[in-house]
């Protein structure tokens, strides 16, 4: 497992890929690749008949090229790592800062792919992965880049711990409807990091999320809340709301203060409120009382 330090000091654990599911990975981009090359020099065989011997060589290595070399680079490219053998196996090419990979990357991969995988069929890479403490062939070392595990275990994933006992419930009625996804996210990495920051760091960075929270919420951060218990509590919340609503059918509606109060979904003309059972409608009269 390699531990990876991004610019706010938030310990990443990126699970470095190990030997196995990378050679698995690179036999179904390479059964792909073969697939493909096979039936793109068919047909350019089928079509260059009249050519001479020197123009079909050519137009072979250029084919070699462009569909064994090129296409993987250009895959790896256009998917920001993930090619499709990587994606049947959970893995992905990531920076070794744990950003995604760019063109640059993607070359110097392919081309040292070339000696690694095809040349030598897989024996240097496999002997450098080996050797590497990270697993990382040589395409790796001079790109720097690192093949990581997307899919973490159910049992190994993120817990956000829960909030203090006296916190729970008192956000009950706190507009959450302005809150971004984004800063969701990273709340729940703090939450779920926060035994691994440095003291003064973590308590920086809590600080500043609980800001930008009270800042979309429209409510101040209570005086006497840490910043770190209030994350947790509104955290919390919005899980509660969200199961409350997935269960009960109920919502939530702003009240205009910058709160919010439980409201339940109207069910449509024609079902029943209690159990959704289906009731009759009232007979049309004909009668149209006056104005």
Same mark, same amino acid.
């Given at each position: 497992m390699s531990e990876l330090v991004t610019g706010e000091a938030v310990a990443l654990e990126l699970r470095t890929a190990r030997l196995p599911s990378r050679a698995l990975a690179v036999l179904i981009d390479l059964a792909v690749a073969f697939a493909v090359y096979i039936s793109v020099s068919v047909a350019l065989l089928a079509a260059t008949a009249s050519l001479d011997d020197a123009a079909v060589a050519a137009i072979s290595v250029a084919t070699f090229l462009l569909v064994l070399v090129g296409g993987p680079i250009a895959v790896e490219t256009l998917s920001h790592g993930r090619s499709l053998g990587k994606l049947a196996c959970g893995l992905r090419v990531v920076r070794d800062d744990g950003g995604p990979i760019r063109f640059r990357h993607a070359l110097v991969r392919g081309a040292m792919g070339v000696i690694e995988i095809l040349a030598s069929f897989g024996v240097v890479a496999c002997i450098a992965s080996l050797v590497s403490a990270r697993g990382r062939r040589l395409g790796d070392v001079f790109a720097g880049t690192l093949v990581v595990r997307e899919r973490v275990p159910a049992g190994r994933a993120s817990y956000v711990p829960p909030p203090p006992p006296w916190l729970v419930g008192r956000f009950a009625e706190l507009d959450l409807s302005g809150v971004p996804d984004g800063l969701w996210l990273a709340i729940r990495q703090y939450l779920t990091r926060m035994g691994q920051l440095d003291p003064q760091v973590g308590a920086a960075m809590a600080e500043r999320l609980a800001g930008d929270l009270a800042a979309r919420t429209g409510v101040a951060l209570p005086p006497? $809340?840490?910043?770190?218990?209030?994350?947790?509590?509104?955290? =919390?919340? +919005?899980?509660?709301?969200?199961?409350?609503?997935?269960? #009960?059918?109920?919502?939530?509606?702003?009240?205009?203060?910058?709160? #919010?109060?439980? +409201?339940? $979904?109207?069910?449509? =003309?024609? !079902?029943?409120?209690?159990?959704?059972?289906? !009731?009759?409608?009232?007979?049309? #009269?004909?009668?149209?009382p006056p104005a």
């Open positions: 006497g $809340v840490p910043p770190g218990p209030y994350l947790a509590a509104v955290v =919390h919340e +919005r899980q509660t709301r969200e199961a409350r609503q997935a269960f #009960t059918g109920e919502g939530v509606a702003p009240r205009g203060d910058g709160f #919010t109060q439980a +409201r339940p $979904v109207v069910p449509p =003309h024609g !079902v029943s409120a209690e159990r959704g059972a289906e !009731v009759e409608a009232p007979p049309a #009269t004909g009668f149209v």
